[in-house]
C-alpha cells in the first residue's frame, strides 16, 4: 500500500471510520502474522500475537506520528508484542550456536532448472523455518519483505551491525541446507 493511501486511510480512523482501518490489516496482515510466527514458533500463539498487535495499532493509532513508514511502525508493534507475550508465557527459548553438523554438499544451478518454482518455493521456506527464530525474522523481513536495515533496526531494536551479523550467518545456514535439502530432492528425481 501506498503511503499516501495510509495517511487517507489512518485520518478516517481518527475520524471515527472505524472500517477504514481495515483495508490497513489486508494490506500488512500477511507480513504481521509472518512476524509473529517467526517470533513465537506456534501458529496458534502467533494469531493471537498478530490479533492483538492490530487491536494495539488501533488503539495507538493517534501516537502514529509518520517519521517512519506506517508498516515499520506496524511491525514493531507486532514484534514488541511477540516479545512480550514470550516472557509472559516463560517460553524457554534454545541458544543459538554456529556449530552446523550438516555436512556442506554443493550444487549447480542447473540442478534448480530441474526443480519446479513451487518446489523452490517449498524448499526456501523449509530452510528459512528450520534458521533459529530471530534470524528467520530477520531473513524474512529483510529478503521477503524488502525492510531496510535501518527499518529492521527500527523495528527489533537490535543494533544494525548485529542485523548484518545475523543475517550473513543466516545466509550461510541457508545454503547449507538448501544445498542438503536439493541434493536430496534430485537424488529422489533422478
Given amino acids: 500500500m501506498k503511503p499516501e493511501q495510509e495517511v487517507i486511510y489512518i485520518q478516517k480512523v481518527l475520524d471515527g471510520d472505524t472500517a477504514a482501518f481495515t483495508p490497513l490489516v489486508d494490506a500488512y496482515k500477511n507480513m504481521v502474522y509472518t512476524i509473529a510466527l517467526k517470533t513465537m514458533g506456534d501458529p ?3 494469531d493471537d500475537v498478530a490479533q492483538e498487535s492490530f487491536v494495539k495499532a488501533y488503539q495507538q493509532l493517534s501516537h ?4 517512519s513508514k506506517f508498516s515499520t511502525w ?3 508493534i507486532t514484534y514488541r508484542t511477540a516479545l512480550y507475550a514470550l516472557r509472559r508465557n516463560k517460553i524457554k527459548t534454545q541458544s543459538i550456536t554456529d556449530n552446523d ?3 556442506f554438499i554443493s550444487y549447480t544451478p542447473s540442478q534448480l532448472v530441474l526443480l519446479s518454482q513451487q518446489e523452490r518455493k517449498h524448499f526456501v521456506k523449509e530452510a528459512i523455518d528450520s534458521l533459529p527464530k530471530i534470524e528467520g525474522l530477520l531473513v524474512t523481513l529483510y529478503y521477503i519483505n524488502e525492510s531496510s536495515i535501518d527499518e529492521i533496526h527500527e523495528i527489533t ?3 544494525k551491525t548485529n542485523i548484518k551479523v545475523k543475517l550473513f550467518r543466516a545466509r550461510k545456514k541457508l545454503k547449507t541446507k538448501l544445498s542438503s535439502l536439493l541434493n536430496e530432492e534430485l537424488k529422489s528425481i533422478l
Fill in 101 to 103: 553438523t550438516e555436512t
Fill in 157 to 159: 531494536e537490535l543494533s
Fill in 74 to 76: 506496524l511491525y514493531t
Fill in 64 to 67: 502514529f506520528n509518520g517519521t
Fill in 44 to 46: 496458534t500463539e502467533a
